[in-house]
C-alpha cells in the first residue's frame, strides 16, 4: 500500500505545476486551481496506476474534469460579481516571459480572450494550443468524440485569433515600456503618459465591490492618461512601486505603507500600452509575494 502510495504521490508531484497551470488557465483563479488539484489528487489516489499508459495525459483528464465542473460554477458567481472581473495575478519567475507561448497563454489579456468562450471551448482551446494533447486524449477529458473536439478547436481558435493579443514584444520593449509608465505614473507627467498609450488603449479595474475601481472600462488615451495622472502622485502615506512579471508579462506593485494596494499589469503591442488591468480586490493578491510556478 505504501508503495502504491509513493508511485502516486511521485507522478502527482512530477507533474504538480503543469496541472496547476492547466486549472489556472481554465479558471484565471489561482484560488479555485488549488482546489481542483486537490480534488484531482484525491481521485488519482483511488485510480489502479498499473493501469495507466500515460499518466500525464491521464492527470491533465482528471483536472480538466474536475475544473470544468468547478468553471460552470463560477461562470454563476460571476455574474454577480461587482464591477469588472479580472483573472487573480500571478507573480511569476522571469523564465516563463522567455517562452513566449506560455506567457501569452497566461498573460491577463489572452485570460480575458479566454473567458469569452464556452467552457468545453476554452477546455479543448487550452489542451490543444497551449498543452498539445492530442485529439483522443481532449475528447476523453471533455467527454465528446474526436470528430466534435476538432470542430470546438476550430471553432475556438477561430474565435481567439480574431481578439488575441496583436503581436510579439521582446523582453527589452517591455522592460523598456514598464520603466517608461513607471515614471510617468509616479510623477504624474500626462504628456509622458500620452505618449505611452495607445490611442484605443483601454483600462480595467477589480475591486470586487471590496474596494474602489474604476466601475466600467474606461476607453481612449486621454481619459486613461488623466485618471492615471491623478493617481499615485496624490495618494497619501509611504508608497511605493515595484517592477514584477505578473502571468509572464510586465506590471508593477504598489504599496501603501508596506501594503499591497494595487497590482497594475499591462498589455503592450508595438511599443505602445494598449491594456491596463488594475486589481484591487485582495483577496485576488495573495499571490503576488512569491513566484508561482507555471509550466507546459
Request: aromatic share 4%; proline share 5%; hydrophobic share 45%.
Amino acid at each position: 500500500m505504501s508503495e502504491r502510495m509513493d508511485s502516486a504521490t511521485e507522478a502527482f508531484v512530477a507533474h504538480r505545476n503543469l496541472l496547476f497551470t492547466v486549472a489556472y488557465e481554465l479558471l484565471g483563479s489561482a484560488a479555485d486551481a488549488e482546489d481542483v488539484l486537490q480534488e484531482t489528487w484525491l481521485r488519482w489516489v483511488d485510480v489502479e496506476h498499473d493501469e495507466v499508459r500515460n499518466q500525464r495525459a491521464y492527470l491533465v483528464k482528471i483536472t480538466t474534469r474536475q475544473a470544468l465542473t468547478r468553471l460552470r460554477t463560477l461562470g454563476r458567481r460571476k455574474e454577480s460579481y461587482v464591477g469588472p472581473w479580472l483573472p487573480e495575478p500571478l507573480l511569476t519567475a522571469p523564465d516563463v516571459a522567455e517562452d513566449v507561448e506560455l506567457a501569452d497563454s497566461v498573460s491577463m489579456a489572452m485570460l480575458l480572450v479566454l473567458e469569452t468562450l464556452t467552457p468545453t471551448e476554452r477546455a479543448v482551446f487550452v489542451l490543444r494550443e497551449v498543452f498539445a494533447l492530442e485529439y483522443d486524449e481532449i475528447a476523453e477529458a471533455v467527454d465528446k468524440t474526436q470528430a466534435a473536439v476538432r470542430q470546438i478547436a476550430h471553432r475556438a481558435r477561430s474565435h481567439v485569433a480574431a481578439r488575441r493579443p496583436r503581436g510579439v514584444v521582446s523582453a527589452s520593449e517591455s522592460r523598456g515600456a514598464l520603466e517608461a509608465f513607471q515614471h510617468a505614473i509616479e510623477t504624474g507627467d500626462l504628456q509622458s503618459l500620452l505618449d505611452l498609450l495607445a490611442p484605443d488603449v483601454v483600462l480595467l479595474g477589480d475591486g470586487g465591490g471590496v474596494r474602489q475601481a474604476v466601475p466600467h472600462p474606461v476607453v481612449g488615451a486621454e481619459k486613461v492618461a488623466r485618471l492615471l495622472s491623478l493617481g499615485l502622485p496624490n495618494l497619501t502615506g509611504d508608497v511605493s512601486v515595484e517592477p514584477v512579471q505578473i502571468n509572464g508579462s510586465p506590471a508593477l506593485i504598489v504599496r501603501i505603507n508596506g501594503e499591497i494596494d494595487d497590482v497594475v499589469a499591462m498589455r503592450i503591442d508595438n511599443g505602445l500600452v494598449t491594456g491596463l488591468y488594475i486589481v484591487r480586490n485582495p483577496e485576488k493578491l495573495s499571490r503576488v509575494e512569491q513566484a508561482i510556478p507555471v509550466t507546459r
